[in-house]
């Protein structure tokens, strides 16, 4: 009599998704496998990408299975270091963590992850392939820069979101976190813009002006000012050329908010905003003429110490702080009405902040696209006016009237185009209905 064969249990496995992360294995393991190999180190191309085999196949098969993998790697890995000890070549403790990490990545590919296995691998082959770079970088890297950054990273990420969300208190007068955003604005844009002048020198003043100017250009403007004071005349025209350029990234995002929210603010807004911008162009580029056509010599040296003062910037935080409570009483004592008042204290506190909230009652309907618009332009004027009391900071004669003279016809500017939009908007507002009635 025949025995019944005896039937072991199976799992059917789709083919075509099995093969497909058994290639994403490989093809990750071969990765950094390649780099590996071309340092000349024991193991290669081969050895990594039987390791991303091993991961895929053992995340496939099952939580044990893949925690088996990583166990097998990592006996990979010591007998790995027995041989070059054995050998008199130190250990292999870079290249064992890569196998680690190769390993781990092979078992989310088997669990059916794509981007993230990808994403872990293409970081860790960039940070074998950059090794002398980023052992100099170190090895430049101040104590005070660590310190800072350390600092920053507890600002934004530890304190941040243990703060209340919303308005706190009786009246609902404060909100925490918005004003804790201050205080990190102001400490990320002076580490951002030390970052840039460690790394092309006084010609970064003109990038972390114009990248400053599209967060907050009152910080920045307050960051380039202590910068003048601590390295002198020297540095008055890359202060002067940031500055103006803070300007016209503030006058550029607020418009750009206009238009994303509610583009009919435009029809009263985008005129003197163009025309202020527009100056503020001309006027940086007349700047940079004159440098070329006096040659490079007076370039200043800076050498400074720390990236951001943490005193000054909770100083300044607890300032604006102060200008959003008096901004959100204003509101609530005249309403409506008090529309302008609180435009022109949100440029003080955040122009960004007072163009976006005038657009989005525009678009609400609370109040009419021209009013919105004008209000827009206002919070502009006073964020300028802003920024020029903090000019005077400077103790640079000639560079405070330079600035003080192309501020005030950037303003003249934009006040003539304020007006000119006032008297041709009926004439806009007809032709964009028009148009609307054609399509």
């Known amino acids: 009599m025949q025995e019944a064969a005896v039937v072991l249990p199976n799992s059917e496995w789709p083919y075509a998704q099995i093969l497909l992360r058994m290639a994403l294995g490989l093809s990750l393991g071969l990765l950094i496998g390649l780099e590996r190999e071309r340092r000349r180190k024991e193991a290669g191309l081969r050895t990594f990408g039987f390791i991303g085999l091993l991961g895929t196949m053992g995340g496939a098969m099952g939580t044990a299975y893949g925690l088996s993998a990583l166990v097998f790697t990592g006996l990979l890995a010591v007998v790995l270091n027995l041989s070059t000890l054995r050998a008199g070549q130190g250990t292999e403790l870079t290249t064992s963590a890569a196998?680690?990490?190769?390993?781990?990545?092979?078992?989310?590919?088997?669990?059916?992850?794509?981007?993230?296995?990808?994403?872990?691998?293409?970081?860790?082959?960039a940070l074998l392939a950059w090794k002398e770079r980023l052992a100099d970088f170190s090895m430049g890297v101040s104590e005070s820069e660590v310190r800072s950054a350390l600092l920053l990273a507890i600002l934004a990420i530890v304190i941040y979101p243990a703060l209340p969300e919303g308005a706190v208190g009786p009246w609902g007068l404060i909100e925490p976190r918005a004003a804790w955003v201050t205080v990190i604005l102001i400490a990320g844009i002076g580490f951002f813009n030390y970052v840039l002048w460690k790394l092309y020198g006084t010609r970064g003043t003109e990038l972390s002006?114009?990248?400053?100017?599209?967060?907050?250009?009152?910080?920045?403007?307050?960051?380039?000012?202590?910068?003048?004071?601590?390295?002198?005349?020297?540095?008055?025209?890359?202060?002067?050329?940031?500055?103006?350029?803070?300007?016209?990234?503030?006058?550029?995002?607020?418009?750009?908010?206009?238009?994303?929210?509610?583009?009919?603010?435009?029809?009263?807004?985008g005129l003197p905003l163009a025309l202020m911008l527009a100056a503020s162009a001309l006027l940086v580029s007349w700047s940079f003429h004159q440098r070329r056509r006096q040659g490079s010599a007076g370039t200043p040296t800076l050498h400074m110490a720390m990236?951001?003062?943490?005193?000054?910037?909770?100083?300044?935080?607890?300032?604006?702080?102060?200008?959003?409570?008096?901004g959100a009483l204003t509101q609530r004592q005249f309403g409506d009405a008090g529309f302008y008042v609180v435009s022109v204290l949100g440029g003080l506190l955040s122009s960004a902040s007072a163009v976006a909230a005038a657009a989005t009652l525009a678009e609400q309907g609370a109040i009419s696209p021209a009013t919105a618009g004008v209000g827009a332009v206002l919070a502009s004027f006073t964020s300028m006016a802003f920024s020029a009391t903090f000019v005077l900071r400077m103790r640079d004669q000639g560079l405070i009237r330079r600035l003080a003279l192309s501020l005030a016809a950037v303003s003249a500017i934009g006040v003539l185009g304020l007006a000119l939009g006032s008297a041709t908007q009926p004439w806009a507002r007809a032709l964009v209905t028009g148009l609307q009635q054609v399509r």
């Open 99 to 125: 196998m680690m990490v190769t390993a781990f990545a092979g078992v989310l590919c088997g669990q059916g992850h794509t981007l993230t296995p990808a994403a872990v691998m293409v970081i860790a082959t």
């Open 209 to 269: 002006g114009f990248f400053g100017g599209l967060v907050n250009s009152n910080i920045t403007i307050i960051e380039l000012s202590n910068r003048v004071r601590e390295t002198g005349p020297a540095f008055a025209g890359n202060a002067y050329r940031g500055v103006l350029l803070a300007t016209a990234a503030m006058l550029a995002r607020n418009g750009t908010l206009l238009a994303l929210i509610a583009p009919a603010t435009l029809l009263g807004a």
């Open 307 to 326: 990236p951001f003062s943490l005193p000054q910037a909770l100083r300044y935080g607890a300032i604006f702080l102060g200008l959003h409570v008096i």
